[in-house]
């Protein structure tokens, strides 16, 4: 079975500021037998299928707005489909937005341990990857000191620190991988190298494309919600180049 | 009820985080704090000493020991308070949270009821020790029930916050409106009265409010110190898990999309 499939996957979404936004509206909505939910629908994705094999690296294209980051919503189970199945199989961890769920008055451990807990994880497993962690972010005095004394740089490597140490079956990173200095993401790179060679599934979405080749095999080239291309890295890029 | 069960499945699964959140929220509140739970303290015990000032001496209220009824019944009411305002911004405060992770989001919802809950539990505590020394002059018998009546505050809160939690993530409204709903509740609720003192031919009435009830409970076990009528404390568990069920089904039916709007 492979790590992901999606199969004929629409989302619609609705514009919820065009829906009644306050009771009154909604009384004089009532009143009036005017509809109430009058949201303009827009779809972000069309009937795609995509499918990810155990082990796979792919990378998503295109343009802002296109619908990658709704893709791997719908893959990490945070979206459902408005239409079309999703299916996944073994631990997904999805790093959509850096840093969601820390604490800024709490220690870096205990934003280690609340993040970890947020991604479903027990104590136990937790505990056997903590060394790792802290050690793979780099950051000095990081159990003990408070998140909101560590600059936006630090605070964005612990986040990525905590993702890529679970070792999750599927990683999902959402154009995240701009984090730290230098040093910080040529390390990163490298541990999603790692990650990969040990049979990780990864799936990237981002915008640095040397990035992408260096560590994709394929990429999915998504345009105003539908697939437009599908295949080895290098012919997706090449032909993507040319286009933008 | 299916629906319900295999929902709770999902969040044992993240009791961890549950863990997790309560203690974040007490630590986060008591942190740099120096006076801690003292805070907390103060402010029930301010307006306990003004309600029983004004209604033992301006209007008044003719109970014995009026002091200790107050305190039965006022850190219960501060307790619904308290976390129910929580219910009108809890999601949003976590939306980076909820547009980024996959996990049943009611578990913010119970975070803080729990969180609030050991902060009672402390709260009553004291309580009991005070009116078993200065008002009964022996530890009653009642107060073996209130565990049940714990039971029965826990479900009814979280009852009646996921709806309010819900309808805020729609409407900004409920900030607006659920001040003033506490409000007249307060006044609608045997928090500075004996509910014995409502009208016998509007009590039927009176008692649809289920925090009437929940007092009243707390008023019989902690106050008068004798067990509650079966059919008052059948009544109620009955209708803290109506409310539970309904709450949380309703909750359900949206939660999917919170993501999208948060």
Redesign the interface.
């Known amino acids: 079975m492979p790590a992901v499939v999606l199969r004929g996957v629409s989302k619609r979404f609705y514009f919820y500021e065009h829906r009644t936004s306050s009771l009154r509206e909604w009384f004089i909505r009532r009143v009036l037998r005017r509809p109430i939910h009058v949201g303009r629908a827009a779809f972000t994705l069309h009937d795609v299928d995509l499918t990810v094999g155990r082990g796979e690296a792919v990378a998503l294209l295109g343009r802002n707005g296109s619908g990658k980051s709704t893709v791997l919503r719908l893959i990490a189970g945070i979206y459902q489909t408005s239409s079309g199945t999703v299916r996944t199989e073994g631990r997904i961890t999805a790093v959509i937005e850096l840093g969601a769920g820390f604490h800024p008055e709490l220690t870096g451990a205990e934003n280690i341990a609340l993040y970890a807990a947020v991604l479903g994880l027990t104590r136990r497993e937790l505990a056997e990857h903590y060394e790792e962690i802290v050690e793979f972010a780099a950051i000095p005095d990081l159990p003990d000191t408070p998140l909101k004394y560590y600059s936006s740089g630090m605070e964005a490597r612990l986040a990525f620190s905590v993702a890529v140490c679970l070792q999750p079956d599927i990683l999902l990173l959402d154009e995240v991988l701009a984090v730290g200095d230098q040093a910080f993401r040529e390390r990163c790179l490298q541990r999603l190298r790692q990650y990969h060679a040990r049979g990780g599934t990864l799936v990237l979405v981002s915008h640095e494309l040397e990035q992408l080749r260096e560590l994709c095999t394929r990429a999915v080239w998504l345009d105003q919600g539908r697939i437009l291309m599908d295949g080895p890295i290098d012919m997706v890029l090449e032909r993507y180049r040319e286009q933008e | 009820m299916i629906g319900a069960v295999g929902r709770m499945r999902g969040v044992w699964?993240?009791r961890?985080?549950l863990?997790?959140?309560v203690v974040?929220n007490l630590?986060?509140k008591y942190?740099?704090s120096l006076l801690g739970f003292v805070w907390t303290l103060v402010n029930p015990l301010f307006t306990v000493a003004v309600l029983g000032v004004v209604f033992s001496h301006v209007v008044r209220i003719p109970l014995p020991h009026y002091w200790a009824f107050l305190l039965s019944g006022y850190f219960v009411w501060n307790f619904m308070l308290q976390t129910l305002n929580t219910g009108t911004y809890i999601f949003a405060e976590?939306s980076?949270?909820t547009?980024?992770?996959?996990?049943p989001s009611e578990i913010l919802v119970f975070g803080a009821a729990g969180s609030r809950l050991i902060e009672f539990a402390v709260e009553v505590a004291l309580v009991l020790a005070v009116l078993a020394i200065f008002h009964h002059h022996v530890v009653p018998e009642s107060y073996l029930v209130l565990p049940v009546l714990l039971l029965i505050q826990l479900l009814l809160v979280i009852g009646l916050a996921l709806p309010i939690a819900t309808l805020s993530v729609?409407?900004?409204?409920v900030h607006h409106?659920l001040p003033i709903a506490l409000t007249t509740l307060f006044y609608l609720s045997p928090v500075f009265y004996p509910a014995e003192m409502v009208p016998a031919a509007a009590r039927d009435l009176y008692f649809l409010n289920p925090i009437a009830g929940l007092l009243t409970l707390y008023h019989d076990v902690l106050y008068w110190g004798r067990m509650p009528s079966p059919e008052l404390l059948g009544g109620m568990l009955l209708a803290a898990v109506t409310s539970f069920l309904a709450g949380y089904a309703l909750f359900r039916r949206y939660a999917?999309?919170f993501?999208?709007?948060v």
């Open positions: 699964r993240y961890e985080l863990h997790s959140l974040r630590k986060v942190q740099r976590h980076r949270l547009r980024s992770v996959a996990f729609f409407y900004y409204d409106a999917a999309i993501p999208e709007i």
